[in-house]
């Protein structure tokens, strides 16, 4: 899970600024994180060299570990940058713990920009800290007074999860909860998978899994609301093998960052199944439009073509009228021009009608 940052971007985006001003700046910030996690940064002009980030959070399990920091905590955190961080004692008020931060110690070439992102992962080294302490525990005599035990672990509000001691072993299980029902599809396909692939030969060194749809019998007797749950249970074993050495710091940033890869590959499946679809319109759209296109420009071929016929059909039809119109005045012409001499004479005498008086006689 090397893409989930352990480093909190406003808390480096802050230290930026102020370790890169020209001038000095004064700062009095107050950020929220996760909910539950608070940060103060403060720094006066007077003292440009010197800051102070303040951190508040709840303790990654109640009655289990106490509410103050470890010895091993202090030490991780004063292991991220020994020149610059310092615990100042005691904390501020209302705060868990405060460092002194030495800008003047951090280098000004390039690595100032990993100095200052080692520092602000201050919160995940605390909550780390706190996880390896119980994991540690497995091949413990103390792990046998708790068996069988749940322990309630809160990393990210509203996402908690358990840890179970077991002898030489501990199971952490995952309730698994979504608001719409299409993440819990693609996430019960992605643990189904996950299943699978786990339980082959080839990452057989790797903590077995399973998943349900019910709790685990290991958490009979919690609070329903924890139990209530629309995506399932996704269960971890881990072994002694998993928390040793360099495996430990692995193992424990993906039990706490397990419901943020989840929901990171809900989030990503979406959006390929997205793109896909709208890929898939833009073709079909293509494909129609091709169709409608080829579609409009036939009738305007046929309409060319009428229209040609047309225009052909009319030249021809008045080059003929007026060919034969001619001809035919000329006929007309020529049989009324014909004259026969004597002939009007001859109409007059022989081919008039004869006159009938209109009155009559009586006949005695």
Known sequence: MAFIERASPAVKQILL????????????HHL????????????????????YLSISMPPLCHGVLPNEL????????????????????PAKEGYLLTLKLNLNQIPHKKDYDKVIKEISTVHSVIQSSQLKEILCNVNSDDAFQGMYKPIKL????????????????????????????????????????????GSSDKW?????????????????GEALEDLNTNGGFFTFEIFSRHVEGNRLDKTVWNLLNFNAFVRYHVKSTKGFIQRRMRKRLESLVEVLYQTNSEENEQPKQNQVCRYTKKLVRSTKYVAVKQRWGTFGRKVKRIRFRLKIHGFTRFRQRWLSFPKFSKGYTKIE
Not at 17 to 28: G, V
Not at 158 to 184: M, W
Not at 204 to 220: Q, Y
């Open 17 to 28: 600024k102020l370790y890169c001003a020209e001038k000095p700046m004064e700062i009095d």
């Open 70 to 89: 470890s010895s091993n905590t202090i030490e991780m955190v004063k292991g991220l940058c020994p020149n610059v961080v310092e615990i100042a004692e």
């Open 154 to 197: 809160v990393y990210h509000p509203r996402e908690p999860f358990f840890l179970i001691r077991q002898p030489q072993r501990i199971l952490a299980v995952f309730p698994i909860r979504f608001k719409e029902e299409s993440d819990v599809i693609i996430a019960t396909a992605f643990f189904q998978e996950l299943v699978d692939v």
């Open 204 to 220: 057989a060194k790797a903590p077995p899994c399973n998943w349900s749809a019910i709790p685990p019998p290991e958490l009979r």
């Open 32 to 51: 929220y994180e996760f909910g539950s996690v608070e940060y103060h940064i403060q720094s006066q002009a007077s003292n440009p060299q010197v800051a």
